[in-house]
Nanobody
């Protein structure tokens, strides 16, 4: 079974930066595409960004375009999310996920344990 182990996150002031990492135990058809989602208190989990292992095609939610950057290290099966110019509304638990492709939750079958990101104003 594919395992995704996350690291990073924490507390930062508005305008600051954080980087999240996600190590994938193995790359299979079920992790053809990798993504980051987030869930704020009382809200549904939402798509943040995605990338394909092959080709590196990226996608971003409008709320994070120009501030967040997704990348992958194929040699080490590691996914990253660089978050810059953070805002209080970015506060959420962030999850990495592996799946087929797209922005829908249902496209992803493997999930990391989640990591808290808190942005203070």
């Amino acid at each position: 079974q594919v395992q995704l182990v996350q690291s990073g996150g924490g507390v930062v002031q508005a305008g600051g930066s954080l980087r999240l990492s996600c190590v994938v135990s193995e790359r299979t058809i079920t992790t053809y595409s990798m993504g980051w989602f987030r869930q704020a208190p009382g809200k549904e989990r939402e798509f943040v960004s995605g990338v394909s292992w092959i080709g590196g095609l990226t996608h971003y939610a409008d709320a994070v375009k120009g501030r967040f950057a997704i990348s992958r290290d194929s040699a080490n099966n590691t996914l990253y999310l660089q978050m810059n110019s953070l805002k209080p509304e970015d506060t959420a638990v962030y999850y990495c996920a592996g799946g087929s492709s797209g922005t829908s939750l249902t496209s992803y079958s493997a999930w990391g344990q989640g990591t808290q990101v808190t942005v203070s104003s």
